[in-house]
């Protein structure tokens, strides 16, 4: 089970972090995603971090301004989005996938947060 918060209203050029908090086993073999999806939109892939923390990726339209990170001990994965831009408007969901590759597409993920609002405004 997860579940983000951190989400809420930030000006362009701000930033926030997203957490994502798991619980059960399956979080220490698991690759964690963000993904995001916004008004009128398809979900789409945002970054991923396998569960070392060694294999990481991003999106290209996020490089660069976002980091994921995880903490195994908390059973928490975070999002540190910086210069945010209107765009990035979107409820952000956390994802996992118990195999150890890494994906970006949202089927190739079993388990999914509710999702937290991110407004960036202009």
């Known amino acids: 089970q997860l579940q983000a918060y951190g989400g809420g209203l930030v000006q362009a050029g701000g930033s926030l972090t997203l957490s994502c908090a798991a619980s059960?086993?399956?979080?220490?073999?698991?690759?964690m995603g963000w993904f995001r999806q916004a008004p009128g939109k398809d979900r789409e892939f945002v970054s991923a971090?396998?569960?070392?923390?060694?294999?990481?990726n991003y999106a290209d339209s996020v490089r660069g301004r976002f980091t994921i990170s995880r903490d195994n001990a908390k059973n928490t994965v975070y999002l540190q989005m910086n210069i945010l831009k209107p765009e990035d408007t979107a409820v952000y969901y956390c994802?996992?996938?118990?195999?150890?590759?890494?994906?970006?597409?949202?089927?190739?993920?079993?388990?999914w947060g509710q999702g937290t609002l991110v407004t960036v405004s202009s």
């Open positions: 994802a996992g996938r118990s195999a150890p590759t890494m994906k970006v597409r949202e089927y190739e993920y079993e388990y």
């Open positions: 971090i396998n569960w070392r923390g060694f294999d990481i």
């Open positions: 059960g086993r399956t979080f220490l073999t698991s690759v």
